[in-house]
Every structure is written in structure tokens, then in C-alpha cells.
């Protein structure tokens, strides 16, 4: 990959950057699934590079799956481990094969369409002279642990300086917390941000609305702060099928995939709106079956995929889900759907 770094400063775009970073910060957000985000925390970052595992030291777009030391719910989900990318971004349940350029969380999916953190996503590397390696260890005692992922002295394209930041995930709370140790850089490419995607998404974001954008190519991040995302209390997940009419469409071989695809569409056929979030889950799947593109899999149920839209769900509406099957045996797809309102 060519990289060509500018060696000049324009002091009084930094000095602009700087003002507006200032004030276009937002205080407070949140998203359609409930987590909340503020930069109203303390800045704390931790620096584990002498204390910490590296690795991608040299590695210019590589990734590492890292098996974290506590069950991590994310969305709805609980992970067991995670893919961190050189270029600043964390995702589950895979690696992403095409995070070199950044997505607008908003209107485009995630790589991969996987779940992602990424507290500065933007091309990074650790494969020129000088740049550090990513760093992860975990801190504190069972039930209150954090298990730390470091990007220590990483370079971005263009980016003379090197740049230094954090996501800390919280056990027991689901807390996620970007530290921000060193994001100033001498070109306004980079600079506080200039040219990162930084926030949290489920699988199929988009279209849910799980997911909440900080900022996007936009210098609003400064040296020795931090952003905290808190995932919603909640009651708990309702089962409300008696509710419910499910009408599922055929399935249709793509051969050029080798995937089933069609579309599950449920009807609130009962006599009070039903609360969002909204989650089908696929029970009692046909063995060998399996989603493709689900949100997650509810332990003990089977793939549950997010309804699209917003707002609640009125009586007589309607919501379409698409959904894709790996069929290898070509066996007759059979599942029952379950409908829950609220966060698991």
C-alpha cells in the first residue's frame, strides 16, 4: 500500500479543528436498542504496553482474535472473544476482510456486517519504523473485571505522528469506554478524528437503527479524554407471539451464492403497539441449516435477527425481515418464529 505523508503544517486549520473540537463535541446521544453515549467520564487511560500481550507489531490491515477472560454482552449478544483490526476497530463473531476504508454507520453496513466498536477506525498501520504494536490484558478481579485493547503509537495514512487510544470493556456492566490517550496529529487528515469513523453497531444496523455514530471524518476527538457507551437496563425480553401472525416466503436458491433467501414478515395482529426493540427468533431450525447474516443466536432458542424500523410496532403493522439459509444437504428449511419486545 503507498502511503504518502504531507510534511507541512497548516496552523490555522489545526487552530480551527481545535475551536470546533471544542464545542461540536455532543454531550449525550442514544441509540434505537437504548445504549446511551456521553463524554461526560473521567479520563483514565491505561497504558499496558509495557504490562500487556502484543501484537500486529510490523502489520500493516492485519487483524487478531483475542479470547476475552469474561462473557461480553454486546447488543443483545454475549461474546466470548473478538477480532481486533490495526485500523482501529473491534468487531464479533469474525474478522472483517475489507476494514480498510471507513463506513458511515448510519447509512452503510459494517464490514463484514458484523457487530463493531471502533473508537477510531480510519487506515492505520504498525508496519513503518517508529510505530508501536496493539496491546490487550485483563485488569481487576472476577466479576469486576476490563479487558483492555490498546492501539500504542500506531500510524495512520499521511499521519506523521503517532497515535495512541484504548477501548475498555467492562465485565458484569457491558460498559465500553474509548480512551483517548494522544489523536493529535500534525496533518488535518488525520487530526483529532479528520478522517475516522468512531461509535458501536449491531449486525444490520442500518436498518435497525442499533448503532450510535459519534463522529464521522469530523476533528471533534481530543488528547486525554474519553467516550463511554452504557447498553440499556431494560426488564428483560417479552415473548409476545400470541400476538404475532408470521408469513414466511420461499426460499430460493441463489446458485451463484450457493444461499437460500427470502423473507419472514409478522403482523401485529393484536389490540396494543408493541414496544421496540423487536427480535424474531428461529426455533427449532432444520439440522445441518444454517442462518446466514443473523444478529446472534439466543442460547438454548436459535438465530434471532433485529426487526427493522422505529417506533412501536402498531396494531395491524407490519415488518419484513430478510433472511438466507446455508443449505449444503438441501434438506426442507423448517423453523418455528418467536417474537420477543425488549432487550435480552
Given at each position: 500500500m503507498t502511503r504518502n505523508r504531507m510534511k507541512t503544517m497548516n496552523w490555522g486549520w489545526i487552530l480551527a479543528a481545535a475551536t470546533l473540537s471544542a464545542f461540536a463535541i455532543p454531550a449525550f446521544g442514544q441509540d434505537s436498542f437504548g445504549y446511551t453515549a456521553t463524554n461526560a467520564v473521567v479520563y483514565s487511560f491505561i497504558d499496558?504496553?509495557?504490562?500487556?500481550?502484543?501484537?500486529?507489531?510490523?502489520?500493516?490491515d492485519g487483524t487478531a482474535t483475542l479470547t476475552l477472560p469474561f462473557g461480553f454482552k454486546f447488543y443483545g449478544t454475549t461474546y466470548t472473544s473478538l477480532?481486533?483490526?490495526?485500523?482501529?476497530?473491534?468487531?464479533?463473531?469474525?474478522?472483517?476482510?475489507?476494514?480498510?476504508?471507513?463506513?458511515?454507520?448510519?447509512?452503510?453496513?459494517t464490514p463484514g456486517n458484523l457487530p463493531v466498536i471502533a473508537p477510531f477506525w480510519m487506515d492505520l498501520t504498525f508496519a513503518i519504523p517508529g510505530a508501536g504494536a496493539l496491546y490487550y490484558q485483563t485488569l481487576g478481579t472476577?466479576?469486576?473485571?476490563?479487558?483492555?485493547v490498546e492501539w500504542n503509537?500506531?500510524?495512520?495514512?499521511?499521519?506523521?505522528?503517532?497515535?495512541?487510544?484504548?477501548?475498555?470493556?467492562?465485565e458484569g456492566t457491558n460498559l465500553i469506554s474509548f480512551q483517548y490517550n494522544r489523536v493529535d496529529s500534525a496533518n488535518p487528515s488525520v487530526n483529532l478524528g479528520a478522517g475516522a469513523t468512531v461509535g458501536i453497531a449491531a449486525a444490520n444496523g442500518v436498518a435497525s437503527k442499533y448503532r450510535y455514530q459519534w463522529s464521522r471524518n469530523t476533528p471533534v476527538i481530543q488528547d486525554s479524554t474519553a467516550i463511554r457507551f452504557t447498553p440499556p437496563a431494560g426488564a428483560g425480553a417479552v415473548d409476545v407471539s400470541v400476538s404475532i401472525n408470521v408469513t414466511t416466503s420461499a426460499f430460493v436458491l441463489n446458485r451463484a451464492t450457493a444461499l437460500y433467501s427470502g423473507t419472514i414478515a409478522i403482523q401485529n395482529i393484536g389490540t396494543a403497539a408493541l414496544k421496540r426493540p423487536l427480535t424474531i427468533v428461529l426455533t427449532a431450525l432444520t439440522s445441518g441449516v444454517t442462518a446466514v447474516g443473523a444478529t446472534g443466536t439466543l442460547a438454548g432458542q436459535g438465530p434471532y435477527y433485529l426487526v427493522p424500523g422505529t417506533g412501536d410496532l402498531a396494531p395491524g403493522a407490519s415488518a419484513s425481515i430478510p433472511v438466507q439459509f446455508s443449505n449444503p444437504s438441501n434438506a426442507k428449511i423448517s423453523f418455528t418464529v418467536k417474537t420477543y419486545s425488549g432487550n435480552f
Open positions: 499496558i504496553s509495557r504490562t500487556g500481550t502484543g501484537v500486529l507489531a510490523n502489520v500493516d477480532c481486533a483490526s490495526s485500523n482501529g476497530i473491534v468487531s464479533f463473531g469474525g474478522c472483517p476482510t475489507d476494514d480498510v476504508t471507513t463506513r458511515d454507520l448510519t447509512a452503510q453496513p472476577a466479576g469486576a473485571r476490563q479487558f483492555v503509537n500506531v500510524r495512520a495514512l499521511n499521519g506523521t505522528d503517532p497515535l495512541s487510544f484504548e477501548v475498555v470493556l467492562q
